[in-house]
């Protein structure tokens, strides 16, 4: 008798804990879809018509929905000198390189930071740290000078070094090579590996989840940057696809007419971060659990 007592009451709590996990279950799926209702509006309102653009109030769902907005996109640069295409591919470039040389300068820059000692190590870390509360205004005009003093104005590295230090990519690096035990390092320097080869062959391929996250950020900060085409490029011809979609609305005579090309645009914008958010994921909260951030 008592056993099957215990066992009724471990049914019963077995089924108080299944009805709360369908319900925890229903009200996380409920805010997915409340959050995901920004990036619903956005791919809608890219096909959107004209005169269904200014309705209010402002409905998610194209009633008719068409592709005319991607086609006045790329009329709107038939009549200028530089065609869209040339934006595009100059964001695809500057974008491919930043991620490139700041995935490579943040692990170079997070090794020897979390495995290695030296003297200013402290000062170092803690003033990559504090280069996190800085906003990008507060460097713009030094920034300029060097940029203009390295005579790399007009040219794509004029896009990617302004975004190459990345203090984040370094922290979130260093958090992360911190977990590796200094034990199997060591074990690999008797062996006799040199400390390139450590570098190469056993650290990289551990923090390949952290690498993601910060090609991640850095390509998303550098997708959408359009300050290095304003401040940095005198020449069109040199400009990205942010500044382009940045000219559309300029000005009140253009507020509505280039609507509808803004709207193709902003999603063209939107579409690469969101592809390669989705395919990384799972290494981006594989970084968050790893690095301390909660």
């Known amino acids: 008798m008592q056993v099957q007592q215990v066992l009724r009451r471990g049914m019963g709590r077995v089924k108080r804990v299944d009805k709360f996990q369908m319900f925890l279950t229903v009200m996380l799926t409920l805010l997915a879809a409340f959050m995901l209702l920004p990036i619903v509006y956005l791919f809608f309102h890219a096909l959107k018509p004209y005169y269904e653009l200014f309705l209010y109030p402002p ?16 009329l709107v640069t038939q009549s200028s000198i530089v065609p869209m295409t040339r934006y595009l591919f100059n964001s695809l470039v500057a ?40 906003a990008p205004e507060m460097v713009g005009i030094p920034r300029y000078f060097v940029i203009s003093n390295l005579g790399i104005i007009n040219t794509y590295w004029g896009h990617v070094l302004p975004l190459v230090a990345m203090p984040v990519g370094v922290f979130l690096m260093k958090q992360f090579i911190d977990q590796i035990p200094n034990e199997l390092l060591e074990a690999s320097r008797v062996e006799g590996a040199s400390e390139f080869k450590i570098f190469y062959k056993i650290v990289t391929p551990l923090v390949m989840p952290a690498l993601a996250t910060v090609a991640i950020l850095s390509f998303q900060g550098a997708w959408s940057n359009e300050e290095t085409s304003q401040f940095f490029m005198e020449d069109e011809t040199m400009k990205t696809l ?15 007419a280039n609507q ?8 063209i914008l939107f579409i690469p971060n969101f592809i390669i958010f989705l395919a990384m994921q799972s290494k981006v909260v594989s970084t968050m659990m790893h690095s301390g951030i909660k």
């Open 95 to 134: 974008a491919l390189l930043v991620v490139v040389t700041t995935c490579f300068f943040s692990l170079l820059c997070a090794y020897p930071l979390s495995k290695h000692k030296f003297p200013g190590q402290s000062l170092i870390f803690n003033t990559i740290i504090i280069s996190l509360m800085f």
């Open 260 to 267: 509808g090309a803004a709207a193709a645009a902003a999603l």
């Open 59 to 74: 409905r998610f769902i194209a009633r008719n929905p068409t592709l005319q907005n991607f086609t006045d996109l790329f």
């Open 242 to 256: 942010p500044f382009f979609v940045g000219t559309l609305t300029n000005g009140l005579a253009n507020n509505v």
